[in-house]
């Protein structure tokens, strides 16, 4: 199962635009606006699941994710965690530059 958790850190409610991407800057394959209160750890299990954006069971490789605050004074920083269910080994995906669309975004 793949989460993706965004934390708000500028303690003010915002709206983040998640997207999830084809590799190498390719095609948009869906999006979803989460409300975020104010220094909230908000987390999105199965993230590419009913109960994220829906995409489907996949399996997927090399999907690009990118966050984005579209509406509110709020400020986020996400991370991407999986929890292997046959080795029980969780693995957090550290952050690195930004991917599709430009500016404003945290690619992982």
Same mark, same amino acid.
């Given at each position: 199962?793949?989460?993706?958790?965004?934390?708000?850190?500028?303690?003010?409610?915002?709206?983040?635009?998640? *997207?999830?991407? *084809?590799?190498?800057?390719?095609?948009?394959?869906?999006?979803?606006?989460? *409300?975020?209160? &104010?220094?909230?750890?908000?987390? =999105?299990?199965?993230?590419?699941?009913?109960?994220?954006?829906?995409?489907?069971?996949?399996?997927?490789?090399?999907?690009?994710?990118?966050?984005?605050?579209?509406?509110?004074?709020?400020?986020?920083?996400?991370? &991407?965690?999986?929890?292997?269910? =046959?080795?029980?080994?969780?693995?957090?995906?550290?952050?690195?530059?930004?991917?599709?669309?430009?500016?404003?975004? =945290?690619?992982?």
């Amino acid at each position: 199962r793949s989460n993706l958790i965004l934390v708000e850190t500028a303690g003010r409610d915002c709206t983040a635009r998640v *997207a999830l991407w *084809a590799p190498n800057g390719g095609q948009l394959l869906a999006e979803k606006t989460f *409300a975020v209160r &104010a220094n909230e750890y908000f987390q =999105i299990n199965d993230v590419f699941g009913d109960q994220g954006l829906g995409l489907g069971d996949g399996p997927f490789r090399d999907v690009e994710t990118t966050v984005e605050v579209v509406s509110g004074g709020g400020s986020i920083v996400s991370v &991407a965690t999986v929890n292997d269910n =046959i080795s029980r080994n969780p693995v957090v995906f550290v952050l690195r530059d930004p991917g599709p669309p430009d500016g404003g975004s =945290i690619g992982f």
